[in-house]
């Protein structure tokens, strides 16, 4: 088994980075946008140089391969049997998901969402005209939980058409049990309301949990719900916009598929094509020996925050490399905690209100990026 040495440090800035490149100040040390400072593994950059080299990058169709690539990771790590007819491409999950909801929509439907959840859900849902109903996940003893009851009476207005479902979960490091993704999906087939499922962030799942595709549980779910995936997360090549949609409905993956090709959202990339199938194909290894590092760095950070930080309380985390902090001690609002940060430790990070209002008093950490890093982000932190 060859090592990968996620402990390298590899400079960012001047490369166009949204997350390096952005601070005016080149001593800020950026924690906040959900991308790894990792190289990507080895059999995608060799795909991607092998390409860079044959020198013309026209129009691009999508090959057997590709999709070959897609099915067989979600055969091999969920027993997840996708089928070719259901994959649509897309150029990321964002864009997929704006078009979803113009496609299964009509302006003043509601969309529901489970808050504090990832803020891009909040703008594909306004930009298409609907409204958010918020379903607030129930935050208890450092957890969080679904409201069910929540759930039934949203679910049962008509007006009601979309779950937005985060799994796993974005900030909250949670994986959904299969009984939680039962429950939630049983309410939502009574009520006609089909479940968005985002799992972008499958991948990052940790030992003792378990990812389960909510399509994959049974049929009634798998044709009433959408499938979004990428390997954008997991392989650290979002610049490369390219995502999947799963629609096993053949009426409604018609209708995304003609509003993906209204959007523009569905033009392959040729790097992208060459990097998922070398990704999908070649990349299992150093995934696992990646995930095994994030972790380290996950306990890593608790410890910190033991010995140096108690006050403040870090979340159990299942899954993603997004770690979720409990700040309310401090008794101040999370722009103000980001902005002290920001102008007095030259740390970023993301504040919890951008995630919704009950995502107020709480800070996220993304903690992918080698330990030496991390221990320059939390020794800023404490010194603050």
């Known amino acids: 088994m060859k090592k990968y040495?996620?402990?390298?440090?590899?400079?960012?800035r001047y490369t166009h980075s949204s997350k390096w490149d952005s601070a005016e100040d080149d001593a800020v040390l950026p924690m906040w946008l959900a991308d790894m400072d990792f190289m990507t593994a080895p059999p995608v950059i060799e795909a991607l140089v092998k390409r860079a080299q044959h020198g013309i990058f026209g129009y691009t169709k999508i090959p057997d391969a590709y999709y070959e690539a897609v099915i067989g990771w979600?055969?091999?790590?969920?027993?997840?049997?996708?089928?070719?007819?259901?994959?649509?491409?897309?150029?990321?999950?964002?864009?997929?998901?704006s078009a979803i909801i113009k496609a299964l929509t009509v302006s003043?439907?509601?969309?529901?969402?489970?808050?504090?959840?990832?803020?891009?859900?909040?703008?594909?849902?306004?930009?298409?005209?609907c409204e958010v109903a918020?379903?607030?996940?129930?935050?208890?003893?450092?957890?969080?939980?679904?409201?069910?009851?929540?759930?039934?009476?949203?679910?049962?207005?008509?007006?009601?058409?979309?779950?937005?479902?985060?799994?796993p979960h974005n900030p909250a490091g949670r994986v959904w049990t299969k009984e939680e993704l039962e429950r939630m999906g049983d309410i939502c087939l009574r009520n006609e309301v089909i479940v968005i499922s985002d799992e972008i962030h499958c991948d990052f799942v940790y030992t003792g949990y378990q990812h389960i595709p909510f399509a994959s549980i049974n049929s009634d779910f798998l044709y009433h719900s959408v499938t979004c995936?990428?390997?954008?997360?997991?392989?650290?090549?979002?610049?490369?916009?390219?995502?999947?949609?799963?629609?096993?409905?053949?009426?409604m993956r018609?209708?995304?598929?003609?509003?993906?090709?209204?959007?523009?959202?569905?033009?392959?990339?040729?790097?992208?094509?060459?990097?998922?199938?070398?990704?999908?194909?070649?990349?299992?290894?150093?995934?696992?020996?990646?995930?095994?590092?994030?972790?380290?760095?996950?306990?890593?950070?608790?410890?910190?925050?033991?010995?140096?930080?108690?006050?403040?309380?870090?979340?159990?985390?299942?899954?993603?490399?997004?770690?979720?902090?409990d700040c309310s001690v401090l008794q101040q609002s999370?722009?103000?905690?980001?902005d002290t940060l920001l102008k007095e430790g030259k740390l970023w990070l993301n504040e919890g209100m951008m995630y919704g209002t009950n995502g107020d008093?709480?800070?996220?950490?993304?903690?992918?990026?080698?330990?030496?890093?991390?221990?320059?982000?939390?020794?800023?932190?404490?010194?603050?």
């Open 5 to 12: 040495n996620f402990d390298q440090v590899i400079s960012r």
């Open 74 to 97: 979600f055969g091999r790590r969920y027993g997840f049997e996708v089928q070719k007819s259901w994959v649509l491409y897309a150029t990321g999950v964002v864009p997929a998901l």
């Open 108 to 129: 003043g439907d509601k969309v529901i969402i489970q808050s504090p959840v990832y803020n891009c859900f909040y703008s594909c849902i306004h930009d298409n005209g």
């Open 134 to 167: 918020s379903n607030n996940l129930i935050y208890e003893n450092e957890a969080y939980t679904v409201d069910f009851a929540g759930l039934e009476k949203i679910a049962a207005d008509p007006k009601a058409k979309l779950l937005l479902l985060c799994n």
């Open 229 to 251: 995936t990428a390997p954008s997360k997991t392989f650290n090549i979002a610049g490369l916009q390219v995502s999947n949609t799963f629609v096993a409905d053949s009426e």
């Open 254 to 325: 018609a209708r995304i598929s003609k509003t993906f090709n209204t959007n523009k959202v569905c033009e392959a990339n040729s790097f992208a094509v060459d990097g998922l199938i070398a990704a999908y194909n070649e990349g299992e290894d150093w995934l696992e020996q990646l995930l095994t590092y994030l972790y380290e760095n996950y306990l890593f950070l608790k410890d910190f925050f033991d010995a140096n930080l108690p006050q403040l309380k870090v979340l159990l985390l299942q899954a993603t490399y997004l770690v979720w902090v």
């Open 334 to 338: 999370s722009r103000t905690i980001a």
């Open 361 to 384: 008093h709480f800070m996220r950490i993304n903690i992918a990026c080698p330990r030496a890093l991390l221990v320059e982000g939390l020794n800023r932190m404490k010194r603050v």
